[in-house]
T-cell receptor
Framework: GENVEQHPSTLSVQEGDSAVIKCTYS??????FPWYKQELGKGPQLIID?????GEKKDQRIAVTLNKTAKHFSLHITETQPEDSAVYFCAHGDFSGGYNKLIFGAGTRLAVHP | DSGVTQTPKHLITATGQRVTLRCSPR?????VYWYQQSLDQGLQFLIQYYNGEERAKGNILERFSAQQFPDLHSELNLSSLELGDSALYFCASSVEPSVGETQYFGPGTRLLVL
């Protein structure tokens, strides 16, 4: 039960529109949900994260929502800009037992067109 | 720049060979993680070390091994290389393997096995 499904695999939006990426997980022990942005030729970079005792978190144009009952969480980017174009990965982690293991979704390639 | 360094950036080798990838964590980080990113498998957790000790294992092949040294840098050894081992290998680090500790990723090593 460690998989995480991420949708859509590709997303194309016009500059200024909103983008939403959704992830569903199956491991009920998961308690940490980060989102990473990966630009071409670079390593993944954390953009926002949420813990299981919080339902929503916002940081400027980026927000994440978590529904632990339904086991899904979403990334919302508002007022998209061309520099938001990248691959976005959701992940979930189970830190019980003292280890920090992240399971990643397959990624969403976001293209923001001027 | 995440503060995590990885060498080399690129590596081209032949099947059957052995290579060593090196990672230096961010200053102050005690935990190191290795991930493999391939086109068909996405980002896969391989192994985690904390202060020199192995903490968690993921989908790491028996041909692969890793260690973390007293100065906290880590090496990932890949032996008897196969074509399918061609991938991006990322190292990440965090202060501790605790709940919600951010994992900072390095720029990766691109391995090509011919």
């Amino acid at each position: 039960g460690e998989n995480v499904e991420q949708h859509p695999s590709t997303l194309s939006v016009q500059e200024g529109d909103s983008a939403v990426i959704k992830c569903t997980y199956s491991d009920s022990a998961s308690n940490y949900f980060p989102w990473y942005k990966q630009e071409l030729g670079k390593g993944p970079q954390l953009i926002i994260d949420i813990r299981s005792n919080v339902g929503e978190k916002k940081d400027q144009r980026i927000a994440v929502t978590l529904n632990k009952t339904a086991k899904h969480f979403s990334l919302h980017i508002t007022e998209t800009q061309p520099e938001d174009s990248a691959v976005y990965f959701c992940a979930h982690g189970d830190f019980s037992g003292g280890y920090n293991k992240l399971i990643f979704g397959a990624g969403t390639r976001l293209a923001v067109h001027p | 720049d995440s503060g995590v360094t990885q060498t080399p950036k690129h590596l081209i080798t032949a099947t059957g060979q052995r290579v060593t990838l090196r990672c230096s964590p961010r200053s102050g980080d005690l935990s190191v993680y290795w991930y493999q990113q391939s086109l068909d498998q996405g980002l896969q957790f391989l192994i985690q070390y904390y202060n020199g000790e192995e903490r968690a294992k993921g989908n790491i092949l028996e041909r692969f091994s890793a260690q973390q040294f007293p100065d906290l840098h880590s090496e990932l050894n890949l032996s008897s290389l196969e074509l399918g081992d061609s991938a991006l290998y990322f190292c990440a680090s965090s202060v501790e393997p605790s709940v919600g500790e951010t994992q900072y990723f390095g720029p990766g090593t691109r391995l090509l096995v011919l």
